[in-house]
T-cell receptor
């Protein structure tokens, strides 16, 4: 399977715990995006990388959130001291700017539940 | 700030009907527009992408149009099938960062 993959698919944690999610983009895609989607809403942009550089962060990304993309390959999104309001689907997407129209391809998401 | 609105929020149609989903956006300075499908609890599947210079794109039974000047796009689904039941999301791409701004989606149910 050459699509975007995300792990884990589901995560249940207690309030105050730290969690980390991983995204593996389509190979050769140098742009990687993180979005968050709450129930009944469209996804909201969190942050994006071009290669290993994090070029933009949304105001939604509080200081409890950190994202990395070492070596410009996979990316991790860490949430520290989770809160119930962090419960959402976290979606990763990748794109290849020189490809057709910079189309973004999404992974299956990681559903986070904070108890 | 770009805002995207989708109407209707939900739609139920009998199998075989043709239908139109609407998307509007407030800032016409877009790079492109994508339509996605999302099944319950799943990720997003890209259906069609229209560049800002294009008027429409077609894929099978799907046709998407774009009127950038009026800030509108439509997704036309011909001869709907129960397997088309899903939430359809419209997203616009503005700026060099290419981040997408999404609408809240239209939940479609196609009944037998």
């Amino acid at each position: 399977d050459t699509g975007v993959s995300q792990n884990p698919r589901h995560k249940i944690t207690k309030r105050g715990q730290n969690v980390t999610f991983r995204c593996d983009p389509i190979s050769e895609h140098n742009r990687l995006y993180w979005y968050r989607q709450t129930l009944g809403q469209g996804p909201e942009f969190l942050t994006y990388f071009q290669n290993e550089a994090q070029l933009e962060k949304s105001r939604l990304l509080s200081d409890r959130f950190s994202a990395e993309r070492p070596k410009g390959s996979f990316s991790t999104l860490e949430i520290q001291r989770t809160e119930q309001g962090d419960s959402a689907m976290y979606l990763c997407a990748s794109s290849f700017p020189r490809g057709p129209y910079n189309e973004q391809f999404f992974g299956p998401g990681t559903r986070l539940t904070v108890l | 700030k770009q805002e995207v609105t989708q109407i209707p929020a939900a739609l139920s149609v009998p199998e075989g009907e043709n239908l139109v989903l609407n998307c509007s956006f407030t800032d016409s300075a877009i790079y492109n527009l994508q339509w996605f499908r999302q099944d319950p609890g799943k990720g997003l599947t890209s259906l069609l992408l229209i560049q800002s210079s294009q008027r429409e794109q077609t894929s099978g039974r799907l046709n998407a149009s774009l009127d950038k000047s009026s800030g509108r796009s439509t997704l036309y689904i011909a001869a709907s099938q129960p397997g088309d039941s899903a939430t359809y999301l419209c997203a616009v791409n503005t700026g060099t960062a290419s981040k997408l701004t999404f609408g809240t989606g239209t939940r479609l149910q196609v009944t037998l």
